[in-house]
């Protein structure tokens, strides 16, 4: 005579409710680990956002003109001109940097 706890009507939907409690958990866990990691990240300012509106502004973006078909495209461009912009900012930062470091090692010691 075989038991009622090893007879497929019990074990099985035993088995159905750990699998779906087991994937529950795993998910789970991927959910907290994203907002974590999201929650992390720097909330821009007011001031930040101004600031890089400004900046956008002078490489020529006009925010005011609003939909008119060119949006993506130029408000990319002038982007890529801002992104430009501060990468010679801090290649002339390094070239004084390092034009300092060569002065102070040329010169002869008394």
């Known amino acids: 005579m075989k ?3 090893l007879s497929g009507s019990i074990v099985q939907p035993m088995l159905g409710s750990l699998i779906v409690s087991v994937t529950l958990m795993a998910t789970s866990g991927c959910v907290y680990a994203q907002t974590s990691t999201e929650s992390n990240k720097h909330q821009l300012t007011r001031a930040e956002v101004l600031h890089e509106l400004e900046e956008l ?3 020529g973006y006009n925010p005011s003109q609003g939909d008119d078909g060119d949006y993506p495209a130029d408000l990319l ?5 801002v992104a430009a912009k501060h990468q010679a900012e801090r290649n002339a ?3 004084v940097g390092q034009a300092a470091q060569i002065k102070t090692t040329s010169q002869p010691s008394p």
């Open 3 to 5: 038991s009622k706890y």
């Open 57 to 59: 502004e002078a490489v």
């Open 77 to 81: 461009a002038a982007e890529q001109k």
């Open 93 to 95: 930062l390094a070239g």
